[in-house]
């Protein structure tokens, strides 16, 4: 066959924004491959970051989008040396009918280049592994998925007092959110008490008016999800998941960094079960920033 008679490479459908507007798209995509329609997040994820979406072509009888991601990104944890944003990419998704077709990496090649020289963080299932790592991303943490009924035995020792978060909290909970995660997430934080339906914090060691962690419960399809934990130590991780455990009367679910073994281990024995694991991954730093000892669950796997 002579040059003449190759066919030339397709070229790569455009990449538009989303919009809210774009929510049952995302939805519909979603349950396309097999996701829960998670419109709870999604509303979050399209208003609090930025999604990016490829429509179908004009010959798939379908429509709708056939691919998306979101962008979520931070500005720098006040005060540190280090000035680079940070972005968290989620929520990679290409229609099955499209799969295997590159969309995917050119989706993330967009993304990337959103993202210009901010450090790139995301979490990974076993089948994007592959195509991140081809991107630059290298592996870092891992996390796994654990559902359930939660009744955890409680903790020994003194309780660590936990209450409802208020308004005057906000400026400690962003304190501790900064150290915990090196960057400023303050648009993504204080959406928390609209956004969830039980936020509170615990009480710190040192004496009246600070705190030493904060969580939150907020509902998805089917469960309740227990996230962020932020926390000063494991004791207090404990109480602010007994707590909001002791609130939901139903199925939780938990996305337990296995940087905290210890903690996995107590949730198993308090109901919880589950196997999925996936793998946090990061470009252009050699880790997440922060403490990892202070992360004990993400707000979400697909916004850190």
């Known amino acids: 066959m002579t040059s003449a008679h190759i066919r030339p490479p397709a070229p790569l459908p455009p990449v538009r924004r989303l919009t809210l507007a774009d929510l049952p798209a995302c939805l519909d995509l979603a349950a396309d491959r097999g996701w829960t329609r998670e419109k709870h997040k999604w509303r979050l994820l399209l208003t609090a970051g930025q999604g990016y979406g490829i429509d179908a ?84 943490g891992t996390t796994v998925m654990l559902t359930g009924r939660l009744a955890p035995a409680r903790s020994p020792g003194p309780p660590v007092p936990v209450r409802d978060a208020a308004a005057a909290d906000l400026p400690a909970v962003l304190a501790l959110d900064a150290r915990a995660f090196g960057a400023d997430r303050t648009h993504l934080i204080a959406r928390l008490p609209s956004f969830a339906d039980h936020f509170v914090v615990a009480a710190s060691h040192a004496g009246p008016g600070g705190i030493a962690g904060f969580a939150a419960a907020w509902p998805n399809e089917g469960t309740t999800v227990i996230g962020p ?70 707000y979400s796997v697909a916004l850190g």
């Open 57 to 140: 072509p004009g010959d798939d009888p379908r429509g709708g989008l056939i691919g998306a991601c979101v962008l979520t990104s931070y500005g720098p944890r006040p005060g540190s040396p280090d000035s680079r944003a940070h972005t968290c990419v989620g929520m990679v998704l290409v229609a099955e009918r499209h799969a295997r077709r590159g969309l995917g990496r050119h989706l993330m090649r967009h993304a990337l280049g959103e993202a210009g020289d901010a450090v790139v963080f995301l979490t990974a299932t076993s089948n994007g592994r592959p195509l991140y790592e081809e991107l630059g991303f290298t592996a870092v």
């Open 229 to 298: 934990v932020v926390a000063e130590d494991e004791t207090t991780a404990r109480a602010l998941i007994t707590e909001l455990a002791s609130r939901t009367g139903g199925p939780v679910r938990y996305d337990a960094d296995l940087h905290h073994r210890g903690l996995v281990d107590w949730l198993r024995s308090g109901g919880l079960d589950g196997d999925f694991t996936t793998t946090v991954m990061v470009r252009g730093a050699p880790d997440v920033p922060g403490d990892p000892g202070l992360r004990f669950a993400p």
